[in-house]
């Protein structure tokens, strides 16, 4: 799901009610800047499994890797 990194602390509890849930954070490619904010921000509300995956949304779905609720 797409959660912008300024939402994270605010809307995370409604959108990701389990903490112990698998995370995976990615931005547009390496450079993203709100991606090491949001998985500061995930891992402060005591979200366990939180992984930044630092080469971005084109590598991830080049990768073959699902994207769930894409467009909101």
């Given amino acids: ?3 912008p990194p300024d939402a994270v602390r605010d809307h ?3 959108v ?3 903490k112990k849930e698998s995370i ?3 931005g547009s ?3 993203c800047p709100g991606c090491a904010a949001a ?5 402060a509300l005591g ?14 779905k080049r990768e073959g890797y ?3 609720a894409e467009g909101r």
Avoid: Q
Wanted: aromatic share 14%; net charge negative.
């Fill in 29 to 31: 490619d390496e450079s």
């Fill in 66 to 68: 699902m994207i769930e």
């Fill in 16 to 18: 990701l009610p389990d």
């Fill in 1 to 3: 799901m797409h959660l």
């Fill in 47 to 60: 979200y366990e499994d939180v992984t930044w995956f630092r080469a971005g949304k084109r590598e991830w």
């Fill in 12 to 14: 995370a509890d409604e």
């Fill in 39 to 43: 998985v500061d921000a995930l891992e």
């Fill in 24 to 26: 995976v954070v990615y």
